[in-house]
């Protein structure tokens, strides 16, 4: 069973720093590309990063570029996005989701999410 499950989320100021982690199993981790999205209320589906799991090459949304990192642990089928410098606009249910290649479109699998909240 493919399952994908995000963990980190959670309450913190702006300014401050959150890491995320998406734990996958029942797939090949490494022929997968990972990525992740956010979705705040009342508002779409937003791509915020990706990371191939085979060539490690990554990619970021405008407006998280140089205020979040994302990372890959092959050996724990875990990818992580670091994010500092929140800010209350990254409010949202952060998910992860996996996609066979490395194209990080048409995702196969998602997760359930986690919430980040940033007060100001």
């Known amino acids: 069973e493919v399952q994908l499950v995000e963990s980190g989320g959670g309450l913190v100021q702006a300014g401050g720093s959150l890491r995320l982690s998406c734990a996958a199993s029942?797939?090949?981790?490494?022929?997968?590309?990972i990525g992740w999205f956010r979705q705040a209320p009342g508002k779409e589906r937003e791509g915020v990063s990706c990371?191939?799991?085979?060539?490690?090459?990554?990619y970021y949304a405008d407006s998280v570029k140089g205020r979040f990192t994302i990372s890959s642990d092959n050996a724990k089928n875990t990818v992580y996005l670091q994010m500092n410098s929140l800010k209350p606009e990254d409010t949202a249910v952060y998910y992860c989701?996996?996609?066979?290649?490395?194209?990080?479109?048409?995702?196969?699998?998602w997760g359930q999410g986690t919430q980040v909240t940033v007060s100001s």
């Open positions: 029942g797939f090949t981790f490494d022929d997968y590309a």
């Open positions: 990371i191939s799991s085979s060539d490690g090459s990554t």
């Open positions: 989701a996996a996609v066979y290649g490395s194209s990080c479109l048409d995702y196969d699998y």
